[in-house]
């Protein structure tokens, strides 16, 4: 560390931020580390500034913290194996692990993690661990760097592949402990002299690495994996010194005495440290394997595919069921009630050979005396170097139907925990047939890392799986089930969800039947995806909704949204199409903000165009006055609402999907559910489209002059009995005798309600017949009617209550020049096929 670099913000740890050098030597740089401190019990005691930038987490929050909590390095905590007895015999015991801090593996560990996270994308990250010992707490020293940083090497160096090596190279200008000891608390603040000393101490003595770039070919000098009695390679070297040294000029000594901290390059550690490349490059290859899709079984797919053929030969993970339905975290530990589900199985044997022992997809219930039920309940790893007959016979014994000694017997086996936040999700059965090297320590230590950072991203797809069922079924419950027939019109709708991570977005469609035989319709497209869209499309939609019922005019209407909008939050933004469907007038009132322009089908011709409306700013935006448009149409046209899903295209003008949609939607269909199929084959066809979809089509049927009566009434008691002769009257020309006492009467208490509180004018009542008999009554009151509890004694009160009981449903609305109570009246069955077959028609 150079004397004149500050220790300030721009230190990740202890490591100052020094370009690698260029020249012929291809000098060594430096990278930025954070630096951890882990205890006996696995908690953090020290969190540097640098690990605070690399994992997200201040000091604050992760000291007494688990570190597998924390950071992707639960392989460097160890593992346990499987312990049987069998004639009184303990079996199973590996190397001995007396070194061991707490379970932590004697020899010191390395390794690449890739975290994915949904807001900040995929994070790199290289990490080495290193035991400490001695009387205090501290147990594990944990190095880290951002991966990414290899990267801005290469790019530095011209494009040629740089070598990361952890180690303590002739170039460090801390050549003793005690300097290093004095400046180890600048490094990591909030240490002490003789706590820094202790451990600087034994990083010298072991050869414990600050991180080196360097672009030379050798093998990087990395602590021995696997080695745990370093202090027989420290006395080897110390005898290739004395030798050395006792034989003079002429005593042939090979080499020189390699400097501090520096590992001796005799053939042993040249064998090691190949090893542990090897195992390096195989983690590093299924880092980059897994990890690039939030998709739960692909994931599986591909972590259980990397184990074979090069680190197994047999392969199966298994999930525990809740995660596999993404129904959230799972509650407490594992037992023997507990499902797991065999997602994937692995092999290099004849294709098929093991379906029928062990099926992919299979549910199973683990027997409690087996090592997969000791690894799901421990949650460390459980290694049988070999499964010798007798214990394979005992291991399949315990399963019910189920012959494993075929698969088993004379493999070695290692079971492996897939772990998030210290809960088992699932786990990795690996083996090892005959005639390979068994599995020892190493390939224990090698496989629980294989499977931590396999559980990272397990557990990223399980919380994204689990979030995306709760707002796919937060969206679901809130679109609307449309009614496909309402009065003078029929609709079809399409929701597709995106395609993108995410997928579940804002969206919505809905039909909102008003007063006067109208008919709302509307689209629109809340910005962003996620859960958050969902539930902000969920408001809007109930705005929409309730102010429609208030039968606001379309602009009025958009004005109160986008107040709401405002009021709720500054990132409530979306766009929003709602027109108003007259079909008595046939006529739409339509008003736009921020949306693609619908399009309409001429009935007469064929011929589709872009309605030319005044765009308007989104709802949320604020201050921007909105415009209703009227365009005249003509039954038997059909209107094509949509989202900007649809249409868009990355990387295509938005102008040849529109004109797309127009071109499609003019295709003659022969039903609505046609004609809406149409649309998405030819728009949905092309490449790139990422975002959901909501299509909402109205064909506008328009209402026959034939099937409307109007009459004026004027503010007198007696027009009420002149109302139900008039209604009668009509109703028998068109044929609906038993249709008529319960229409007078109903009509009867309606108008004599209206005349009794009109003020000035008269009073309006009209009968339209479509698939039902719809009776509407204006006056110039605004006050609506309520449905009150009447006494027995009352004079007041059961109008509407008679209207409530015979009608099939009734209702009431305001406008400017007063309200109209309405309400709907079923017409005989037979009536109502033959008028529903002659508007089809």
């Not at 590992?263 to 090893?275: K, Q």
Request: hydrophobic share 40%; aromatic share 6%.
């Amino acid at each position: 560390m150079d004397r004149g670099t500050s220790h300030g913000d721009d230190e990740l740890g202890g490591v100052p931020r020094v370009p690698a050098q260029r020249g012929g030597s291809g000098g060594p740089g430096r990278m930025p580390l954070a630096v951890v401190v882990i205890d006996v019990d696995g908690l953090v005691t020290h969190w540097s500034s640098g690990a605070r930038r690399l994992f997200g987490r201040s000091r604050e929050e992760a000291v007494g913290c688990r570190a597998v909590d924390l950071m992707p390095v639960s392989g460097a905590l160890g593992g346990e194996e499987w312990r049987y007895e069998e004639g009184g015999h303990e079996h199973g015991r590996g190397p001995d692990l007396d070194a061991a801090p707490a379970g932590a593996p004697p020899y010191p560990t390395a390794g690449r993690a890739r975290m994915a996270d949904q807001a900040h994308g995929q994070v790199d990250v290289l990490w080495w661990a290193y035991p400490l010992v001695g009387s205090g707490p501290e147990r594990l020293l944990v190095l880290a760097a951002d991966a990414s940083a290899l990267a801005e090497a290469e790019r530095a160096g011209g494009g040629e592949r740089e070598r990361f090596s952890p180690g303590f190279a002739l170039h460090t200008e801390f050549p003793g402990a005690d300097r290093l000891a004095g400046r180890l608390p600048d490094i990591l603040p909030n240490m002490g002299p003789a706590r820094a000393g202790r451990i600087v101490a034994q990083i010298l003595e072991l050869g414990y690495p600050v991180l080196e770039i360097s672009r030379n070919e050798r093998v990087p000098v990395t602590p021995d994996w696997g080695m745990p009695r370093y202090r027989e390679r420290q006395a080897r070297q110390e005898a290739a010194r004395r030798a050395a040294s006792a034989g003079g000029e002429g005593g042939g000594a090979q080499g020189a005495p390699s400097a501090p901290g520096v590992p001796y390059a005799t053939e042993d550690t040249d064998l090691e440290y190949a090893a542990v490349r090897e195992r390096l490059e195989f983690l590093n290859e299924v880092s980059g394997r897994i990890g690039s899709s939030l998709d739960l079984a692909r994931t599986i797919r591909e972590v259980t595919s990397a184990a074979v053929p090069r680190f197994a030969d047999f392969a199966g993970t298994h999930l525990r069921a809740q995660v596999l339905a993404g129904e959230g975290f799972p509650d407490g530990p594992p037992d023997v009630t507990t499902i797991w589900h065999r997602v994937w199985v692995e092999h290099n044997d004849e294709p098929g050979r093991w379906d029928d022992t062990v099926p992919v997809g299979e549910a199973i219930a683990f027997p409690e005396h087996t090592p997969f039920f000791q690894c799901m309940v421990t949650g460390e790893p459980v290694l049988i170097p070999y499964i010798d007959d007798a214990l394979g016979d005992r291991i399949s014994g315990e399963f019910e139907k189920r012959d494993l000694r075929p698969l088993i017997n004379g493999r070695s086996l290692l079971i492996v925990p897939l772990k998030a936040r210290d809960v088992v999700l699932g786990f990795m059965v690996l083996m090892r047939r005959a005639g390979r090297e068994r599995f020892h320590d190493m390939d224990r230590t090698t496989g629980a890392e294989l499977a931590a950072r396999a559980g990272l991203v397990l557990d990223n797809s399980r919380m994204y799986t689990y979030q995306e069922n709760v707002a796919e079924t937060l969206q679901d419950s809130m679109l609307p089930q449309v009614t496909p027939r309402m009065a003078g019109c029929d609709t079809a709708t399409r929701y597709l969800p995106g395609t993108r991570l995410g997928r579940v977005g804002g969206d919505w469609f809905d039909c909102v039947k008003l007063s006067g035989s109208r008919t709302a319709l509307v689209v629109g497209d809340v910005m962003g995806h996620g859960l958050n869209s969902a539930a902000m499309m969920g408001q809007l939609r109930i705005a929409v909704q309730t102010m429609a019922a208030l039968d606001l005019p379309p602009a009025q209407l958009m004005r109160g949204l986008d107040d709401l909008a405002q009021r709720l939050g500054e990132h409530y933004l979306a766009t929003c199409l709602y027109a108003v469907y007259d079909p008595i007038r046939s006529e739409l009132l339509i008003s736009n903000a921020g949306h693609i322009p619908p399009v309409l089908v001429r009935a007469e011709d064929g011929r589709s165009e872009l309605l030319d409306l005044p765009t308007g700013a989104p709802i949320g935006v604020g201050g921007v006055p909105f415009e209703t448009a009227r365009i005249r149409v003509s039954p038997g046209d059909r209107l094509v609402l949509c989202t900007d899903g649809l249409v868009e295209v990355r990387g295509q003008d938005i102008g040849d999907g529109l004109a797309a949609l127009c071109e499609s939607a003019a295709h003659p269909a022969a039903s609505m559910d046609d004609a809406c199929d149409t649309i998405i084959r030819a728009l949905n066809t092309r490449g790139g489209r990422k975002d959901d979809v909501a299509l909402l089509m109205a064909r506008l049927n328009g209402i026959p002059a034939a099937d409307v009566a109007q009459w004026r009434l004027a503010l007198e008691p007696r027009e009420v009995g002149r109302a139900r002769r008039l209604v009668g009257e009509r109703l028998l020309q068109w044929g609906l005798p038993e249709a008529v006492e319960t229409a007078q009467l109903l009509v009867s208490e309606v108008v004599t309600n209206a005349i009794r509180h009109a003020h000035t004018h008269h009073v309006v009542l009209r009968l339209v017949r479509t698939d039902a008999l719809l009776w509407e009554v204006f006056d110039d009151d605004h006050e609506l009617p309520v449905l009150l509890s009447a006494g027995r004694n009352d004079e007041t009160g059961r109008g509407l209550r008679v209207v409530d009981a015979l009608a099939r449903e009734w209702g009431g609305s305001r406008s400017a020049d007063g309200k109209t109570v309405w309400f709907e009246q079923t017409l005989p069955r037979p009536e109502r096929a033959a008028h529903a077959g002659a508007n089809i028609a």
